[in-house]
């Protein structure tokens, strides 16, 4: 076996390992289930955020991303005011363990056809894992080699190697 097919392999058992409460982001924001959609795409784009979460009665129970605006509200015709959160969003909620691995939660947003999941520990959510964090992970762990892992991680130029012009 050579150097660099080791490298490889134990690469990829390190991000195995990796949990997903190490790549998390803990910025997320809940908004009430009666919110209308305006005010979730005002706060997504205020706080530059792709999602909220929907909460009813202090419970998350609920996302809305910025693709379901697209697709549920612009694409259909309808005001964004006049549209209550819980008619859109996506439910019931896929979470995944604070203590996970990032190839646990790969899994599942391939089975539920997801790209965030809200990251549990002790019922509380503490965060929000993407597809898009799990890819610069995985990104950072064979040094910037992979071009499309780099794109799907929207790594920034300055974080690439020289060797990227």
């Given at each position: 076996m050579s150097i660099n097919t080791f490298?490889?392999?134990?690469?990829?058992?390190?991000?195995?390992?990796t949990a997903v409460k190490e790549v998390m982001s803990k910025k997320f924001y809940v908004m009430s289930s009666k919110k209308n959609v305006e005010?979730?795409?005002?706060?997504?784009?205020?706080?530059?955020?792709?999602?909220v979460l929907v909460s009813v009665d202090e419970l998350?129970?609920?996302?809305?991303t910025e693709r379901?605006?697209?697709?549920?509200?612009v694409a259909e015709g309808f005001r964004a005011k006049d549209v209550l959160l819980e008619n859109i969003m996506t439910t019931p909620l896929i979470t995944v363990q604070a203590n996970a691995t990032i190839?646990?939660?790969s899994r599942l947003m391939i089975t539920y056809n997801v790209r965030r999941l809200p990251v549990m520990q002790d019922d509380q959510?503490?965060?929000l894992v993407t597809a898009t964090e799990?890819?610069?992970?995985?990104?950072?762990?064979?040094?910037y080699s992979d071009l499309r892992l780099n794109a799907l991680a929207r790594v920034p130029k300055e974080q690439l190697p020289p060797s990227y012009g």
């Open positions: 490298n490889n392999k134990l690469n990829h058992l390190a991000g195995a390992l005010d979730a795409a005002r706060l997504m784009v205020e706080k530059d955020v792709p999602c998350i129970v609920g996302i809305v379901d605006i697209v697709r549920k509200i190839e646990e939660a959510m503490i965060g799990i890819a610069a992970t995985c990104a950072r762990e064979v040094n």
